[in-house]
């Protein structure tokens, strides 16, 4: 079973910056990905940005220039960097890791940017 647990949500005024944290814990094979998502109020959820093991990363049109995905392998800890908010960047951040065919997801984050 794995878990995954993040932190650093919160409220901030646009223009401030935000770092977000995922724990993962339980049975992590070496070679995965991660990511982070979000949903909005009333939208689907949508992809942020992902990063490979090996540190390759994939991002979101909307958030390319202002965000960064990292990790930490040796504590099974990935981040998000969040600078220049917008109040568009409102939502639940949820934090992913997938297994080979198998996807986990954690319990959600709240950030909320106010205008």
């Known amino acids: 079973q794995v878990q995954l647990v993040e932190s650093g949500g919160g409220l901030v005024q646009a223009g401030g910056s935000l770092r977000l944290s995922c724990a993962a814990s339980?049975?992590?094979?070496?070679?995965?990905?991660m990511g982070w998502y979000r949903q909005a109020p009333g939208k689907q959820r949508e992809l942020v940005a992902t990063?490979?093991?090996?540190?390759?990363?994939n991002y979101a049109d909307s958030v390319k220039g202002r965000f960064t995905i990292s990790r930490d392998n040796a504590k099974n800890t990935m981040y998000l960097q969040m600078n220049s908010l917008k109040p568009e960047d409102t939502a639940v951040y949820y934090c992913?890791?997938?297994?080979?065919?198998?996807?986990?997801w954690g319990q959600g984050t709240q950030v909320t940017v106010s205008s």
């Open positions: 992913n890791l997938k297994i080979v065919a198998r996807s986990y």
């Open positions: 339980g049975n992590i094979f070496s070679i995965n990905v």
């Open positions: 990063i490979t093991t090996g540190g390759n990363t």
